[in-house]
């Protein structure tokens, strides 16, 4: 059930279309309605959206933090936890459900009875955490989607990652943050450059994404993206010298197929 409701419907609307045909008919059948042959329900244009991937934020040609993150930024959701807050990703939309991803250590602020996912447009929805990994600072959170109608849930946009363009990752290449905001203050994102993918930090007894960038409270479990809009890891830690360290895209995946096999064992 949601908290809040919008003000005013933000969106485009996508009216439910009828196809129809005619054909040749004979003299004493001329006159008759078109024979209709396919209805579309707002629910069928939104599934199929899904399956041809029109719902995963599109990407660059060429690296632009700006115009990315223009195009990522419904991606990335305020994880509210009274008054603590970090941030999240939508990992994967579902006819049934949409999975955020966050840090597991935002996750242990959670409670059920005031806790709840914040989306760009301006509404709240109770969620369910899905389950956390044992090895990684990585948590999931699942949200019913039915406490969205259809044209709120085109709205929204699933992360595109791509393991392969992780691993093409170079020293110096432009990336950049996203700070989901507070109830005050408005999202926005902040520049930076890739300086590893893979270095082993003792604070975190991990190997993270290492850059140099801007990262504050809040921003944990938020989207760290390359310069084409594309996924490669989760905001995690910062220092006042402006460096970065982010759990890798890799790990996200890992932790991901492994929670949903747990999930389907219990099932």
Known sequence: ???????????????????????????????????????????????????????????????????????????VVRVQMGNAHGSGIIWEMTPEEIVIVTNKHVLDYWNEKNSYVHFLGEYDVDAQILGVSKQYDI??????????????????????????????????????????????????????????????????EAYMLYGHGFAKAGMSGGGTFDGRGFLIGMTTGGTLQNETAGVPLPDIMEAYEEIMEETAFTD
């Open 1 to 75: 059930m949601r908290h809040l409701r919008f003000s005013a419907m933000i969106g485009s609307i996508v009216l439910s279309i009828a196809v129809a045909f005619t054909v040749s008919l004979p003299a004493h059948a001329q006159g008759l309605p078109p024979h209709l042959i396919q209805t579309v329900t707002d629910r069928d244009i939104y599934e199929g959206m899904l399956e041809l991937g029109f719902l995963v934020t599109p990407v660059l040609e060429t690296p632009d933090c700006g115009l990315a993150y223009e195009n990522v930024k419904n991606c």
């Open 139 to 204: 948590g999931f959170l699942t949200v019913d989607s039915g406490q969205f109608n259809y044209m709120e849930l085109q709205e929204l946009r699933s992360a595109r990652a791509d393991l392969d363009v992780y691993a093409e990752l170079e020293q110096g290449d432009l990336m950049f943050s996203i700070d989901s905001g507070s109830k005050t203050e408005s999202a926005q994102y902040y520049e930076g450059t890739v300086e590893d993918t893979h270095l082993y930090i003792e604070d975190f």
